[in-house]
C-alpha cells in the first residue's frame, strides 16, 4: 500500500538532493534516478490496482475537502497515472546509455521535477495547485530543453518558456476568476457550484483557461513553441515533452472543461474545431518538413489535435476514443522519438538525406520505427488502428461527416511522410549491420510489445477507458466523490 | 478452415522471414508451402459456401468471414497465382522481407475475398494495400508512395461509405443495402472507389503503370493479375449485391459506368503501344483488360457479367503468364526495356512460345482463354443495341493486337543483340508458372463452359440468370460460340497449312545477316526496328496524349504539398509572431462569445 | 464426305483467288497501257516458288510465320458463307469470332517477319498494324449497324434476312456501306491504303525476306484473303445469292477495289490513319444514326 502522493513527494525531495547525489558519486546519479522513478512506476501500478475497486481520495493535512487540498485519482488519474511513470521509466531505463551533457546531476534534477510536476498535475484534486504543478512542470521543461545549451536548444527553450509563462498567466486568471466568485479551489467544490456563475464569467472563465493550457496541450495558435523546442531539445526530452508533458497539459484541460466548468456545447465545438485544425495544419507543415525530428514534432501537434477533436465530440464513445487515441500517441511517439534518437547516434544531423539507408544499418531499430509509425498511422493490427477506427466510429455516430472527412484527410497526408520515411530508411544496400546496444532498445522494445499487443487484443484497454470516460462525463459522480462519500 | 486460408499466408510469412535469413531457399521453399495449403483447402469447397465467424477483438468490433462462391472464384485465381509467383521469386533471388511482405499482401487479399462484413474487408484492404506497396517501397519509393496515396485515398472513401451505413442501418455485415436513410449514389460512389482505384479503371489509373513496372518482377504477375481483382470483386459486390436495387433501377449509372470501362480498355490500350518498357506496356495492358471488365459490369446483364468475370479471370492468366515471361527474360537479360532486347528466341525458346501464346490470349483470339469473355461482351452489348459501346471495345481490342506484336517482336524476334549471345533460357523455377499457366490458358479457351458453370452459379446468386452453355459451348441470346469446335478446326486447318509447307523441299537456314542488305550492314548499326515503333500513331495523337488525368492529381498533391510549404510559414519560428497569434486568438475566443460576455 | 467438301472449297477458293489476282494484273496493265501478265501469271508463281530448291530460312518463327498466316485464313474462309448456304462451320454468333479468326493471319506473317531481323520487313508490320487501327474499327462500326438493325451476330443470318438484288443492305445501309468500302480497301492493302508493302519505300514491307515455298505460302494466303475479304463485305452489304453470284460479286467488289487502286497516289500511313478517323468514321456513325432512326 504506497500512497499516490508519495509518487510526487518523493521525486520533488530527491530532486533537490541530487546535487548532494552527485558529490557523493558522479555515477550515481542516474541510479538514483531510475531507482525513484521506478518507485512511481511501483506506486503507479498499485494505485491502478486500487482504482479498479473505486476512486482513491487523499487527504492533505487531515482536514477533509473542500477545506484542504487533496488529490483524487478517478479510473482516468489511474490509467494516465499508469501510463506517465511507465513510460518515464522506460525513458529512465533509455537515459542509462545516453550521453548527456554535464552537469549530468542537474539534467536528472530537472527531469525529476518535470516528473513529479507532470504526476501531480494528473492527481491533484485542487486548481490552484494544478497550477503550481503546472509551473513547476513547465519551468523544468523549459530547463531541459535549454539545456543542451546550443542555438536550437536555447531558442526553443526560450519560445517555450515564453508562450508557457504567458499561458500559466492565463490559466492563473481563470483560477482568480472563478475563486472571485465562487470562493473556493477545490475542483469538486467548484464544479458543484458552478451554477452560482454567471454565464459570462464562465465563458470568460473558460478562454482563460484554453489559452493558458493549450500551450501546453499543444493546441493551435498556442503550439508553437513545439517545433522549435522539440528539434532543439535533447532526444528523451523531446519524447517526455510529447507523450507526458503534452498528454498533462491536455488532462488538465480536458478536466477543467468536463469536470470544473460543465460540459457546454459551446466549448465542446470549440474543442472540436480547435482540434482539427490543430490537426491538419500540424499535418500539412510536416508534409514538406526534411528534418525528421522536426517532421514528427509536427505530426505529435497533429495526434494532439485530433485527440482535442475526439474530446470535443463530448460522447461517452468519443472520450473513449479520444483516451484510447492519447494512450496510442504515448507509445508511437515514445518508440518514434526514442528509435530516432538511436538512429542520431549513427549519424551526423536528422535530415531525411541523412538517414538514408539507416533500416538496414540498424535493422532493429528501422522495424521498431516503422511499427510506431504504422501504428500511428493506423496500420490494422497494431494499436493506432483500432483508436483511430473507434475514433472515427464515434465521429460518425454524431454525423460529423466534414470532420470526418477532413480527418481522413489528414490520415493520409500523415500516411505519405511517414511512409516516405520509411522508405528513405530502407533505401541503398550497401550499409554495415552495427546495431545498437541492448539496453537502449529495450524502452522501444517494450513500447512496440505494448502496441502490439492492443493491435491483437485491443479489448484488455476496453473497461479502463469506459471508466475514465465515464469520470469525465458523469459530473456529479466525481464532485460526490470528493465532497460526499468517499472515505480518505 | 477459412481461418486457415488466410491465416496460413500471415503465418508462413513470418516463418518464411525468419528462416529465409540464414537460407533463402527454405525459406522460400516454406513459403511455397504455406501457400499452397490455402489453394488445397479452397478447391474442395467448390459447392456451396460456409459461414464461419469468430472475435478476434473482444472489443466492440469483430471479424467474420465467410466462403461466397464469388469470393471463392476470385480466392483461388489469387492462390494459384500467389503460388506460381513464388516459383519466378525463388529464381529472383528475393530476400526475406519480400517473402513477408508479399506474403502478407497475399493474405491481405484472401481477407478481402472471404470477408464477410465491411470492416474486416476494410482492413484486409488495408493490409493488402500497404504490405503490397511494401515489396518496393525499398527500391523504388516514389511509385510505392503513389500506389499507396492512390489507395489510401481509395481505402478511406471506403471507410467513409462504411461508416455512413453502419450509422444509418446500424450493421457492418455485407448485405443488400436496405432502409438505408442517406444518398445511396453519394455513399455508392464513395464505397466503389476503393475497387475502382484498385482496379485501376480510369480516371483513377495513374499508379498503376509505375507500380507495375517497378515492383519486384515476379511479384508484378500476380499484382497485376491478383490484386486488381480484388477491385473487380468490390465492384461486382456494390454493383449486384449492395446496391443491386440502386443499380437496377437506374440505368443511366450502368451506362456511364461502361462508357468509362470502355473508355478505359481503349485509351490504355493505345497508352500501352507507345511505352518503351515492357512492364509498363503490360500494364497499361492490363489497365486496358480491367476496362473491359468495368464495361461488362456496367452493361449489367447476365451475358455481360458473365463476360466480365470471364474476362477477369482470362486477365489473371494471361497477364500474369505475360509478367511471368518478362521476369525470365529479365532474370537473363537485366532489362525489361523493349529497345534492349532483341532475337531473344533462338536463346529462350521456351519463355518464347509462353510469350506467344500469352499474347495470342491477350489480343482475344480463339481458342484461348482470352476469347469467351470477349464474345460475351459483344453480344450482350449488341443485345443491348449498343454500337457506339461495341465500337470503343472494338478499338480497344485492335490496339491490343498492336502492342502484344511490339511486345514480342521487341523481346524475341528482331537481331539478337551483341550481349545476349550467350544468355540462356531462364532457370527451371521460372520457367514453372509459364508452362502451367499454358494449361489454364488453352482449357478455358477450348471449354469455356467449365468457368461458366461457376459464374453462374454466382449470377443466381445475385438473382441473375446464368448462361445457358455445355462444357465446349456458349449461348447468348443472339448466337454461340463453340470453343472446342474453333479449337479443333484451327487444330486442322494448322495440319493443312503444315502440309503444304512440309512437303515442299527443306529450307536451308541462313544467318539474319544474309538478307536484303547482302550482309552490307554498317558496323554498329541496328538493324532492330523498336524505338518509335508506333511512332505515326503517337504524332497523330499528340494533342490528345497531352491530356492526362495524372497531371490533374499531380497538381492536387502539388497544391496540398504547395499549401503545407505555405502553412508551415506560420510556424515561423518567431516569437513576437507567436505571441501575436495567442492575443488574436484571444481576441478571436473574446468575438465569438461577444454575445454571450456581454456584461 | 464433309471432309471432301472442306477441300474442295479451299481448293476452289485458292485457284478464284489465284485467278481474281490475275485478272487483276491484267486489268491494272491495262489502264496503265501495259501489255500485262497472262490472267494465269498468278498460278505460274506460285508454283515455281513452291518448287523452288533453294528456300533460306532465317529461324523456325520465319517459317512457321506463313504456314500460321495460311491457317489463319482457312480458318477465317470455313466461317464465310458462300452466298446462301451455310458456311462450312457457323454458329450463330459467329461475325465476332470471324472477326477475331482474320487478325490470325496477319499476325503469323507478321512474326515470321519479323524474325527475319530486317527492318523493312517491321516497319511494314508497325504500318499494317497501325493501318488496322483505322479500317478495322471502320468495318467493325458498318458491319454493327446492321447487326444491330437485324439483332443478329450471326454472318449467315444476315445474308439470310436480306435475300435477293433490291433487297440488298447497300440501299437500306448506303452509309454504312460506303465507309465499309472504303475500310476494304485498307484490308485489303490496296492504294491509297499499300503501305504494307510500298515497295517503293520498303520493298514490299513484310515480304522481304521471304522466298522460296514461304513466299508461295503467302501468296496463296493472299489469294484466299481476297475472297474472304470481298466475300464478307458482299455477305453483309450484297446479299445473298448462289454460288455463283456470290463469285460475280465479290469479283465487282475486288475489281472496283484493284481500280481504285491503280487511279490513286498512297497515303502516309499518319495520313492514312487520319483519313480513317475522319470521314469514314463519320459517315460510318452517320449509318449508325440511321439504325436508330430508323427503328
Known amino acids: 500500500m504506497v500512497s499516490p502522493i508519495l509518487a510526487i513527494v518523493i521525486p520533488l525531495a530527491i530532486a533537490f538532493l541530487m546535487p548532494f547525489f552527485s558529490a557523493l558519486s558522479r555515477k550515481s546519479v542516474k541510479w538514483v534516478f531510475l531507482a525513484v522513478i521506478a518507485f512511481n512506476f511501483y506506486a503507479a501500478i498499485m494505485t491502478f490496482l486500487r482504482v479498479l475497486s473505486g476512486p482513491i481520495l487523499v487527504v492533505t493535512a487531515g482536514i477533509k475537502p473542500p477545506f484542504a487540498i487533496n488529490l483524487l485519482i478517478g479510473p482516468l488519474g489511474g490509467l494516465l497515472f499508469l501510463l506517465f511513470e511507465g513510460v518515464a521509466f522506460l525513458y529512465a531505463i533509455f537515459l542509462l546509455k545516453a550521453e548527456i551533457k554535464e552537469p549530468v546531476h542537474r539534467f536528472f534534477m530537472l527531469f525529476l521535477l518535470n516528473v513529479a510536476g507532470a504526476t501531480g498535475m494528473i492527481l491533484t484534486g485542487d486548481l490552484f495547485n494544478l ?122 484541460l480536458i478536466r477543467v472543461v468536463f469536470t470544473v466548468l460543465s460540459p457546454q456545447k459551446a466549448f465542446l465545438d470549440l474543442l472540436l474545431w480547435a482540434g482539427l485544425i490543430t490537426l491538419l ?208 | 478452415m477459412t481461418f486457415w486460408v488466410i491465416a496460413s499466408y500471415f503465418l508462413g510469412g513470418i516463418v518464411a522471414y525468419v528462416l529465409a535469413r540464414p537460407s533463402r531457399k527454405i525459406g522460400a521453399f516454406v513459403a511455397l508451402l504455406f501457400s499452397i495449403y490455402p489453394l488445397y483447402a479452397l478447391i474442395p469447397a467448390l459447392d456451396g459456401g460456409f459461414y464461419l465467424r469468430f472475435t478476434v477483438i473482444p472489443y466492440y468490433l469483430h471479424l467474420s468471414f465467410r466462403l461466397t462462391l464469388l469470393g471463392w472464384f476470385f480466392a483461388l485465381i489469387a492462390a494459384t497465382l500467389y503460388s506460381l509467383s513464388l516459383f519466378s521469386a525463388y529464381s529472383e533471388k528475393r530476400d526475406s522481407f519480400f517473402l513477408l511482405s508479399s506474403m502478407f499482401s497475399a493474405g491481405g487479399l484472401m481477407g478481402v475475398f472471404l470477408a464477410a462484413d465491411y470492416l474486416t ?201 505475360l509478367f511471368f515471361v518478362i521476369a525470365a527474360v529479365y532474370i537473363r537479360t537485366g532489362t525489361t526495356m523493349l529497345t534492349e532486347m532483341g532475337g531473344l528466341i533462338k536463346k529462350m525458346p521456351i519463355s518464347f512460345i509462353a510469350l506467344l501464346f500469352g499474347i ?59 550481349e545476349f549471345r550467350d544468355v540462356r533460357e531462364a532457370p527451371f523455377p521460372a520457367l514453372v508458372p509459364l508452362l502451367l499457366l499454358l494449361i489454364p490458358l488453352l482449357f478455358f479457351g477450348l471449354f469455356p463452359g467449365y468457368v461458366v ?31 472446342l469446335a474453333v479449337g479443333i478446326t484451327m487444330g486442322a486447318a494448322f495440319v493443312i497449312a503444315f502440309l503444304v509447307h512440309a512437303v515442299f523441299s527443306r529450307s536451308r537456314k541462313v544467318s539474319e545477316l544474309n538478307n536484303y542488305t547482302a550482309g552490307e550492314v554498317a558496323e554498329g548499326v541496328s538493324m532492330h526496328y523498336v524505338a518509335d515503333f508506333y511512332k505515326f500513331i503517337e504524332r497523330e495523337l499528340h494533342g490528345f496524349l497531352k491530356l492526362r488525368v495524372e497531371a490533374l492529381f499531380n497538381w492536387i498533391a502539388e497544391g496540398i504539398g504547395g499549401l503545407g510549404e505555405v502553412l508551415r510559414r506560420v510556424y515561423a519560428g518567431d516569437i513576437q509572431a507567436y505571441l501575436v497569434y495567442l492575443i488574436l486568438f484571444l481576441g478571436f475566443l473574446f468575438t465569438l462569445y461577444r454575445g454571450v460576455l456581454r456584461w | ?96 469470332v470471324l472477326f477475331y479468326l482474320l487478325v490470325i493471319a496477319p499476325l503469323g506473317m507478321a512474326l515470321g517477319a519479323g524474325e527475319a531481323a530486317n527492318p523493312n520487313a517491321t516497319i511494314g508490320i508497325a504500318r499494317g498494324l497501325t493501318l488496322m487501327l483505322g479500317y478495322e474499327l471502320i468495318f467493325f462500326l458498318s458491319a454493327i449497324a446492321v447487326m444491330v438493325k437485324f439483332n443478329t451476330a450471326s454472318l449467315w443470318k444476315i445474308v439470310e434476312i436480306q435475300g435477293t438484288f433490291p433487297k440488298w443492305n447497300l440501299f437500306p445501309f448506303f452509309l454504312s456501306a460506303f465507309a465499309g468500302l472504303i475500310a476494304l480497301q485498307g484490308m485489303m492493302g490496296e492504294k491509297p491504303f499499300d503501305l504494307i508493302v510500298a515497295p517503293h519505300e520498303i520493298a514490299s514491307g513484310p515480304m522481304v525476306e521471304y522466298n522460296g515455298k514461304y513466299l508461295g505460302l503467302l501468296q496463296l494466303y493472299h489469294a484466299i484473303a481476297i475472297v474472304v475479304e470481298t466475300g464478307l463485305f458482299v455477305n453483309v452489304f450484297l446479299g445473298g445469292g448462289s454460288i455463283l453470284t456470290f463469285i460475280l460479286k465479290t469479283f465487282f467488289v475486288f475489281m472496283l477495289a484493284v481500280t481504285i487502286d491503280n487511279i490513286m497516289p498512297r497515303f502516309r500511313i499518319g495520313q492514312a490513319v487520319k483519313f480513317y478517323w475522319k470521314y469514314p468514321l463519320i459517315i460510318s456513325l452517320l449509318g449508325i444514326l440511321v439504325v436508330f432512326i430508323w427503328r
Open chain 2, 360 to 418: 495470342i490470349a491477350a489480343a482475344g483470339i480463339p481458342p484461348t482463354v482470352g476469347f469467351p469473355g470477349k464474345w460475351m461482351l459483344y453480344e450482350a452489348v449488341l443485345e443491348k443495341g449498343y454500337p457506339l459501346l461495341a465500337g470503343a471495345i472494338f478499338a480497344a481490342s485492335i490496339t491490343a493486337f498492336l502492342y502484344c506484336y511490339r511486345l514480342i517482336y521487341s523481346i524475341f524476334l528482331g537481331p539478337l543483340k551483341k
Open chain 1, 131 to 252: 497550477f503550481v504543478f503546472l509551473e513547476i512542470t513547465g519551468i523544468s521543461a523549459y530547463g531541459l530543453v535549454g539545456f543542451k545549451r546550443d542555438k536550437k536548444g536555447l531558442e526553443g527553450g526560450v519560445k517555450y518558456l515564453i508562450l508557457g509563462s504567458v499561458g500559466s498567466t492565463l490559466f492563473l486568471l481563470g483560477v482568480a476568476l472563478l475563486y472571485s466568485q465562487v470562493g473556493t479551489l477545490n475542483m469538486a467544490d467548484i464544479a458543484g457550484r458552478i451554477w452560482m456563475l454567471k454565464k459570462p464569467t464562465l465563458y470568460a472563465a473558460f478562454i482563460m483557461f484554453l489559452v493558458g493550457l493549450g500551450v501546453e496541450a499543444e493546441l493551435f495558435p498556442m503550439n508553437a513553441w513545439v517545433p522549435d523546442a522539440y528539434e532543439g531539445a535533447h532526444d528523451t526530452v523531446t519524447a517526455i515533452l510529447s507523450t507526458v508533458l503534452s498528454k498533462a497539459g491536455l488532462y488538465a
Open chain 3, 1 to 96: 464426305m464433309v471432309i471432301l467438301e472442306f477441300f474442295l472449297v479451299l481448293i476452289g477458293i485458292t485457284a478464284l483467288g489465284l485467278l481474281y489476282g490475275g485478272i487483276a494484273r491484267k486489268w491494272s496493265a491495262r489502264i496503265q497501257r501495259r501489255y500485262g501478265p497472262p490472267f494465269y501469271q498468278n498460278f505460274l508463281d506460285v508454283f515455281k516458288l513452291l518448287g523452288k530448291k533453294n528456300t533460306k530460312s532465317h529461324g523456325v518463327m520465319f517459317a512457321l510465320g506463313p504456314v500460321i498466316a495460311f491457317t489463319g485464313i482457312i480458318l477465317s474462309l470455313f466461317f464465310l458463307p458462300l452466298g446462301n448456304s451455310r458456311p462450312l462451320l457457323s454458329f450463330e454468333g459467329d461475325i465476332f
Open chain 2, 121 to 321: 474487408l476494410f482492413i484486409f484492404f488495408e493490409i493488402m494495400a500497404f504490405f503490397s506497396a511494401f515489396t518496393f517501397i525499398r527500391e523504388h519509393r516514389r511509385s510505392a508512395l503513389k500506389y499507396i496515396i492512390y489507395s489510401l485515398v481509395g481505402s478511406y472513401a471506403f471507410l467513409a461509405a462504411l461508416l455512413v451505413i453502419n450509422r444509418s442501418t446500424g450493421s457492418l455485415e455485407i448485405t443488400p443495402l436496405s432502409g438505408f436513410g442517406g444518398s445511396v449514389p453519394a455513399v455508392m460512389s464513395l464505397f466503389i472507389l476503393a475497387f475502382w482505384v484498385k482496379s485501376a479503371v480510369m480516371p483513377f489509373h495513374p499508379w498503376a503503370p509505375s507500380a507495375y513496372a517497378d515492383s519486384p518482377h515476379s511479384y508484378t504477375p500476380f499484382f497485376s493479375g491478383a490484386l486488381s481483382k480484388s477491385g473487380v470483386y468490390g465492384l461486382v459486390l456494390a454493383f449486384f449485391y449492395i446496391f443491386a436495387g440502386f443499380f437496377k433501377s437506374h440505368h443511366a449509372f450502368g451506362y456511364i459506368f461502361a462508357w468509362i470501362g470502355a473508355l478505359t480498355a481503349l485509351f490504355a490500350g493505345i497508352y500501352a503501344l507507345l511505352q518503351d518498357d515492357a512492364k509498363k506496356l503490360l500494364a497499361y495492358s492490363s489497365i486496358s483488360q480491367l476496362g473491359y471488365v468495368a464495361f461488362g459490369l456496367g452493361l449489367g446483364t447476365s451475358l455481360s457479367i458473365t463476360g466480365s468475370l470471364f474476362v477477369a479471370l482470362g486477365h489473371a492468366v494471361f497477364e500474369s503468364l
Open chain 1, 281 to 488: 495544419l500540424a499535418e500539412l507543415s510536416a508534409l514538406r518538413q526534411k528534418n525528421v525530428k522536426r517532421m514528427i514534432a509536427y505530426s505529435s501537434v497533429g495526434q494532439m489535435g485530433l485527440v482535442v477533436f475526439a474530446f470535443g465530440m463530448g460522447s461517452l464513445f468519443a472520450l473513449q476514443a479520444a483516451l484510447f487515441q492519447a494512450v496510442n500517441h504515448v507509445l508511437s511517439k515514445g518508440v518514434l522519438f526514442l528509435s530516432l534518437a538511436i538512429m542520431g547516434k549513427k549519424r551526423e544531423g536528422l535530415e531525411l538525406e541523412n538517414l538514408r539507408g539507416i533500416g538496414r544499418e540498424l535493422p532493429v531499430t528501422g522495424l521498431l520505427f516503422s511499427i510506431g509509425a504504422l501504428s500511428l498511422l493506423g496500420l490494422p493490427f497494431l494499436s493506432g488502428f483500432w483508436s483511430k477506427i473507434s475514433l472515427l466510429l464515434s465521429t460518425a455516430d454524431l454525423k460529423l461527416w466534414v470532420p470526418l472527412g477532413l480527418v481522413l484527410l489528414a490520415s493520409i497526408i500523415e500516411a505519405f511522410y511517414y511512409l516516405r520515411t520509411i522508405g528513405v530508411f530502407y533505401t541503398g544496400t550497401d550499409f554495415r549491420f552495427r546495431e545498437t546496444a541492448f539496453i537502449r532498445l529495450l524502452p522501444v522494445l517494450v513500447l512496440v510489445f505494448v502496441i502490439l499487443y492492443l493491435g491483437f487484443r485491443p479489448g484488455v484497454l476496453a473497461p479502463y477507458l469506459k471508466g475514465a470516460a465515464k469520470e469525465l462525463v458523469d459530473r456529479s459522480g466525481y464532485i460526490g466523490w470528493v465532497i460526499g462519500g468517499l472515505k480518505p
Open chain 2, 453 to 483: 458453370d461457376v459464374t453462374d452459379s454466382i449470377l443466381r446468386e445475385f438473382g441473375y440468370l446464368g448462361v445457358p452453355h455445355t462444357p465446349a459451348k456458349l449461348l447468348s441470346g443472339l448466337g454461340t460460340f463453340n470453343g
